[in-house]
Structure formats: C-alpha cells, structure tokens
C-alpha cells in the first residue's frame, strides 16, 4: 500500500470514528430526554393524584423495595455461607495429605542423620501417595508446584531442589489459609537445614 493511500484510508477511519462518537452521543442524549420526559409525566400523573393514594403508593413502593434488597442480601449471605462451608471442609481434607508430607520430609532427613535412613522404596510409595491425594484435594498452585519439583528433581543442584521444595510448602500454606507476609527464601527451610540460607546467598 502506497504512502497516499496511507493516508485516505487514516481519514476515512477517523471520519467513521468521528460518526461512531457522534451517534452514541445524540442516542445517548435522546435517551437521557426520554428518561427525563418519563419522570415528569410521572410527577405529574402522580401530582394529580388523591394525596392519601399518593401515600399509599409510596408505602407499597418502600416495602417492595425493601423485601426485594431483603431477599438479594439474603442470597448472598447464603452463598457466602454456603463458600465458606465449603472451603472449610476442603482444607480440612487438605490437612492430611499436606501434613503426611511434612513428616516424610522430616523422616527422610532424620533418617540422614541416623543410622537407619529411609529406604528410596518406602520415600517413593510416600510420595506417590502424596500425589494421588493432591490431585483430588490440593489447589491448582500446589498441584502445579509440586509438579514442576517432582518432575525436575533429577535435572536441578541440591540447593535448587531445596528452593523448589520450599515453593510446594508455600503454596500449602496458602491453601491453609496462612499469608507469605513477612517470611523470605529459606524461612521454611530452616527448620529442616541447618546454615540453608547461607547456601542460598552463594548461589
């Protein structure tokens, strides 16, 4: 396409445009005057109204409107209930699975520092059912962490499984309604590594 025509087809695209803007606003002006024009002849329909009649219609419009807000605050009440139910009994079916991973974690390290460390068999049936119960129970974010570490265990260093670890306990924590506020990289760590944040600041 040609410079010259560049530039017709930008005029004719600002000149609809312009049109557009102009339509919307004498439609929306129009509309503005019928509403307008509606509530006077209301005012004056009602004006000429018995003033006893006129108060009746008040009384009835008052009530009406305050059993419809009734009713919607009640539906939402009932729905916020209803999600707050329903989020307790989710985490409560949460904690098992999340918990049973916290103590393997535990035993796989208490068992390096004893003489009778857990077997790679008894570590791998653990996790494995770590993961059929996470499928079922655990968020979006800890199924997709605890993915990303299963599935990068072998490729990644010792430091950076380590920081993929700490990322699925997170994650947990945030199903288990706990905020990250105030807690930094190797927090979690720390109570199971001994000197971990100190290998976190070397690599």
Known sequence: M??????????????????????????????IIAVGN???LLVQKISTLDTVLVI??????????????????????????????????????????????????FDVLMGVKSTQPMSEAEMAKRLTEFSKE?????????VKKWSAYRTSAAKLSSIDNLKRLESVLYAIRKDLGFKKKGMNEGDILSLFVNDVKDSFKKT
């Open 2 to 31: 040609t410079k010259k025509k560049e530039q017709v087809v930008g005029i004719v695209g600002l000149l609809v445009l312009f049109a557009l803007i102009g339509a919307i606003i004498y439609y929306a002006w129009q509309g």
């Open 38 to 40: 509606w509530i006077f």
């Open 56 to 105: 009746a219609l008040i009384s009835a419009s008052i009530t009406i409107l305050g059993i419809v807000i009734n009713s919607i605050i009640s539906v939402f009440l009932k729905a916020f209930e209803y999600r707050n139910k329903a989020r307790e009994e989710m985490r409560a079916k949460m904690e098992k699975p999340y918990a049973s991973l916290v103590n393997s974690i």
């Open 134 to 142: 996470v499928i079922l129970y655990g968020s979006n974010k800890v």
